[in-house]
Protein backbone atom coordinates (compact mmCIF):
# COMPACT_ATOMS: atom_id res chain seq x y z
CA UNK A 1 0.00 0.00 0.00
CA UNK A 2 1.38 3.15 -0.98
CA UNK A 3 0.86 6.07 1.72
CA UNK A 4 1.71 9.77 1.92
CA UNK A 5 2.52 10.54 4.68
CA UNK A 6 4.03 13.74 5.99
CA UNK A 7 7.96 14.40 5.78
CA UNK A 8 8.15 15.11 9.17
CA UNK A 9 7.23 11.69 10.40
CA UNK A 10 10.84 10.27 9.24
CA UNK A 11 12.97 12.95 10.24
CA UNK A 12 15.55 12.39 12.65
CA UNK A 13 14.50 15.20 15.09
CA UNK A 14 11.51 15.83 16.49
CA UNK A 15 10.14 19.00 14.52
CA UNK A 16 7.65 21.89 15.68
CA UNK A 17 4.60 20.01 14.02
CA UNK A 18 5.16 16.68 15.81
CA UNK A 19 5.35 18.61 19.05
CA UNK A 20 2.27 20.31 18.51
CA UNK A 21 0.42 17.21 17.54
CA UNK A 22 1.73 15.57 20.56
CA UNK A 23 -0.79 15.59 22.90
CA UNK A 24 -3.29 14.40 20.61
CA UNK A 25 -1.07 11.17 20.22
CA UNK A 26 -0.81 10.87 23.78
CA UNK A 27 -5.15 11.25 24.00
CA UNK A 28 -5.12 8.41 21.39
CA UNK A 29 -2.74 5.88 23.35
CA UNK A 30 -5.39 6.36 26.53
CA UNK A 31 -7.64 5.85 24.41
CA UNK A 32 -6.14 2.63 22.63
CA UNK A 33 -4.72 1.62 26.29
CA UNK A 34 -8.51 1.72 27.82
CA UNK A 35 -10.26 -0.37 25.27
CA UNK A 36 -7.25 -2.99 25.53
CA UNK A 37 -7.69 -3.41 29.34
CA UNK A 38 -11.73 -3.89 29.03
CA UNK A 39 -10.98 -6.59 26.04
CA UNK A 40 -10.94 -10.20 26.45
CA UNK A 41 -8.21 -12.68 23.80
CA UNK A 42 -10.65 -15.23 22.04
CA UNK A 43 -8.54 -18.58 21.70
CA UNK A 44 -8.76 -20.25 18.47
CA UNK A 45 -8.39 -24.41 17.94
CA UNK A 46 -5.83 -23.79 15.62
CA UNK A 47 -2.53 -21.84 15.18
CA UNK A 48 -2.91 -18.30 14.22
CA UNK A 49 0.40 -16.84 13.38
CA UNK A 50 0.57 -13.16 13.31
CA UNK A 51 2.73 -10.90 11.34
CA UNK A 52 2.22 -7.16 11.82
CA UNK A 53 3.65 -3.82 12.16
CA UNK A 54 3.77 -0.77 14.30
CA UNK A 55 5.47 1.27 12.11
CA UNK A 56 2.98 2.43 9.66
CA UNK A 57 3.41 1.62 6.17
CA UNK A 58 5.48 -0.93 4.33
CA UNK A 59 7.33 -2.87 6.16
CA UNK A 60 7.66 -5.98 4.44
CA UNK A 61 4.95 -8.18 6.07
CA UNK A 62 3.02 -9.80 3.02
CA UNK A 63 5.89 -10.91 1.38
CA UNK A 64 6.87 -12.47 4.96
CA UNK A 65 2.99 -13.83 5.34
CA UNK A 66 3.71 -15.44 1.67
CA UNK A 67 6.82 -17.15 2.63
CA UNK A 68 5.16 -18.38 5.67
CA UNK A 69 2.70 -19.76 3.62
CA UNK A 70 4.59 -21.58 1.20
CA UNK A 71 6.72 -23.13 4.38
CA UNK A 72 3.88 -24.61 6.21
CA UNK A 73 2.74 -26.06 2.51
CA UNK A 74 6.16 -27.47 2.26
CA UNK A 75 5.76 -28.60 5.99
CA UNK A 76 1.91 -30.41 4.47
CA UNK A 77 0.02 -27.77 6.22
CA UNK A 78 -3.00 -26.55 5.24
CA UNK A 79 -2.67 -23.01 5.89
CA UNK A 80 -4.68 -19.82 4.72
CA UNK A 81 -4.79 -15.95 4.95
CA UNK A 82 -6.60 -13.80 7.17
CA UNK A 83 -6.77 -10.05 6.81
CA UNK A 84 -9.09 -7.14 7.73
CA UNK A 85 -11.18 -6.06 4.40
CA UNK A 86 -10.06 -2.41 3.33
CA UNK A 87 -10.82 -1.50 -0.12
CA UNK A 88 -7.21 0.42 -0.07
CA UNK A 89 -5.53 -2.53 0.22
CA UNK A 90 -6.55 -4.46 -2.82
CA UNK A 91 -3.03 -5.06 -4.02
CA UNK A 92 -2.26 -7.05 -0.67
CA UNK A 93 -5.56 -8.74 -1.19
CA UNK A 94 -4.43 -10.03 -4.76
CA UNK A 95 -0.94 -10.92 -4.10
CA UNK A 96 -2.16 -13.03 -1.18
CA UNK A 97 -4.80 -14.70 -3.60
CA UNK A 98 -2.49 -16.00 -5.97
CA UNK A 99 -0.64 -17.36 -3.26
CA UNK A 100 -3.10 -19.41 -1.52
CA UNK A 101 -7.14 -18.87 0.25
CA UNK A 102 -7.56 -15.66 2.21
CA UNK A 103 -10.22 -14.63 4.49
CA UNK A 104 -11.38 -11.09 4.83
CA UNK A 105 -13.51 -9.54 6.91
CA UNK A 106 -14.39 -6.25 9.01
CA UNK A 107 -14.42 -8.52 12.01
CA UNK A 108 -10.93 -10.98 11.92
CA UNK A 109 -12.57 -13.35 14.64
CA UNK A 110 -15.56 -14.00 12.03
CA UNK A 111 -12.73 -14.36 9.15
CA UNK A 112 -11.30 -16.81 12.02
CA UNK A 113 -14.25 -18.79 12.45
CA UNK A 114 -14.77 -19.54 8.66
CA UNK A 115 -11.54 -20.62 8.61
CA UNK A 116 -11.85 -23.35 11.45
CA UNK A 117 -15.29 -24.30 9.74
CA UNK A 118 -13.51 -24.74 6.54
CA UNK A 119 -10.67 -26.76 7.69
CA UNK A 120 -8.01 -24.78 7.26
CA UNK A 121 -5.32 -25.76 10.20
CA UNK A 122 -2.99 -22.98 10.32
CA UNK A 123 -4.28 -19.07 10.51
CA UNK A 124 -1.66 -16.75 8.55
CA UNK A 125 -3.23 -12.95 9.51
CA UNK A 126 -1.47 -10.46 8.01
CA UNK A 127 -1.53 -6.74 9.71
CA UNK A 128 -3.17 -7.90 13.03
CA UNK A 129 -0.39 -6.96 15.44
CA UNK A 130 -2.58 -4.20 17.09
CA UNK A 131 -6.00 -6.71 17.06
CA UNK A 132 -5.77 -7.41 20.84
CA UNK A 133 -9.08 -9.65 20.48
CA UNK A 134 -7.11 -12.53 19.51
CA UNK A 135 -4.78 -14.99 21.17
CA UNK A 136 -1.89 -15.71 18.96
CA UNK A 137 -0.10 -18.59 18.55
CA UNK A 138 2.91 -16.63 17.18
CA UNK A 139 3.84 -13.01 16.29
CA UNK A 140 6.28 -11.60 14.28
CA UNK A 141 6.72 -7.58 14.10
CA UNK A 142 8.53 -6.34 10.72
CA UNK A 143 10.40 -2.79 10.52
CA UNK A 144 11.98 -1.50 7.69
CA UNK A 145 15.94 -0.76 7.80
CA UNK A 146 15.70 2.29 5.68
CA UNK A 147 12.85 4.51 8.03
CA UNK A 148 12.61 2.31 10.94
CA UNK A 149 11.15 4.46 13.73
CA UNK A 150 11.27 7.31 11.98
CA UNK A 151 10.54 10.32 14.42
CA UNK A 152 9.80 7.65 16.99
CA UNK A 153 6.64 9.24 17.96
CA UNK A 154 2.82 7.74 17.45
CA UNK A 155 0.34 8.86 15.35
CA UNK A 156 -0.64 11.47 14.19
CA UNK A 157 2.86 13.11 15.84
CA UNK A 158 4.95 10.12 14.13
CA UNK A 159 4.42 7.13 12.14
CA UNK A 160 3.69 4.60 14.77
CA UNK A 161 0.81 2.88 15.55
CA UNK A 162 2.28 1.84 19.05
CA UNK A 163 5.48 2.91 20.81
CA UNK A 164 8.49 0.20 21.43
CA UNK A 165 7.60 -1.45 24.25
CA UNK A 166 5.12 -3.29 22.07
CA UNK A 167 8.24 -5.38 20.95
CA UNK A 168 7.28 -7.12 24.41
CA UNK A 169 4.32 -8.42 22.07
CA UNK A 170 6.42 -10.51 20.01
CA UNK A 171 8.14 -13.32 19.61
CA UNK A 172 9.94 -12.70 16.63
CA UNK A 173 11.15 -9.52 14.90
CA UNK A 174 12.34 -9.02 11.34
CA UNK A 175 14.18 -5.93 9.80
CA UNK A 176 13.97 -5.95 5.88
CA UNK A 177 16.64 -4.06 4.58
CA UNK A 178 20.73 -4.00 5.50
CA UNK A 179 22.56 -5.35 9.17
CA UNK A 180 22.04 -2.38 11.25
CA UNK A 181 23.78 -2.86 14.65
CA UNK A 182 22.12 0.66 16.36
CA UNK A 183 18.54 -0.67 15.50
CA UNK A 184 19.49 -4.57 16.83
CA UNK A 185 20.61 -3.03 19.87
CA UNK A 186 17.76 -0.71 20.60
CA UNK A 187 15.40 -3.79 19.91
CA UNK A 188 17.47 -5.88 22.46
CA UNK A 189 16.82 -2.66 25.05
CA UNK A 190 12.87 -3.48 24.66
Known amino acids: MKLLKPKFWDEDKISIIAIILFPISLCI????????IFRSQKKFSIPILCVGNIYLGGTGKTP???E???????LNKNPCFVRKNYDSQLDEVNLLQSKGDIYLGKNRIIALNKVIEKKFDIAILDDGFQDRSI???LSILCFNEKQWVGNGLTIPAGPLREDLSALKRANIVIINGEKNIKIEEKILKN
Open 135 to 137: ETS
Open 64 to 66: ICI
Open 29 to 36: KSLIFLRN
Open 68 to 74: LFNILKD
